[in-house]
């Protein structure tokens, strides 16, 4: 989750409902955006230092005591010939990324997709697959910021250019 703070300097006055159908229309945008270009990355391979995923056993050091291919990573490379995360069979992934439901206000966006096992966690474990899909990296919300940033702009301007337009 990322917060965005929006502050309004000047220009047209516009009406409050405008604003908000502006704004809605832009976290709609961004929770777009999100899905089609963020949610990928989050099954590949470099992932897992991306998003800071809590290590899975034979990965990264993890399980040294025990012969790698008995540790679940070296099982997954052995059946299913990868080691991307969060995917094992990669019936999650292809489910995931297929569709997705945005729903957006004037403060915030939701993106729902149907996430099959990817909502697990386990009660005693420290894996939360759930907030490992929904984790965000630093260049992430800098990109989002710049996507926010870039919707309203463009939005504001066509508003602005409405109100004139009615003006007159």
């Given at each position: 989750m990322i917060g965005i703070h929006i502050r309004y300097k000047g220009g047209a006055e516009f009406k409050r409902s405008a604003i908000n159908k502006v704004l809605q229309q832009a976290y709609a945008e961004l929770g777009l955006h999100w899905?089609?270009?963020?949610?990928p990355k989050h099954f590949a391979n470099r992932a897992s230092s991306e998003y800071d995923?809590?290590?899975r056993q034979g990965e990264r050091g993890s399980g040294a005591n025990r012969?790698?291919?008995?540790?679940?990573?070296?099982?997954?490379?052995?059946r299913y010939g990868h080691t991307r995360p969060l995917e094992l069979t990669g019936a999650s992934r292809r489910q995931a990324t297929a569709?997705?439901?945005?729903?957006?206000?004037?403060?915030?966006?939701?993106?729902?997709?149907?996430?099959?096992?990817?909502?697990?966690?386990?009660?005693?474990?420290?894996i939360n697959m759930r907030r490992e899909v929904e984790a965000?990296?630093?260049a992430d919300r800098?990109?989002?910021?710049?996507?926010?940033?870039?919707?309203?702009?463009?939005?504001?301007?066509?508003?602005?250019?409405?109100a004139k337009k009615k003006v007159k």
């Open positions: 899905f089609r270009q963020h949610l995923y809590a290590p012969k790698f291919s008995a540790t679940y990573t070296g099982s997954k490379l052995k569709t997705a439901v945005v729903r957006s206000t004037s403060k915030s966006v939701r993106v729902s997709f149907p996430a099959g096992n990817l909502s697990f966690s386990h009660p005693s474990g420290r965000i990296s630093a800098y990109e989002l910021g710049q996507i926010m940033d870039n919707a309203l702009e463009r939005k504001f301007k066509i508003l602005g250019s409405d």
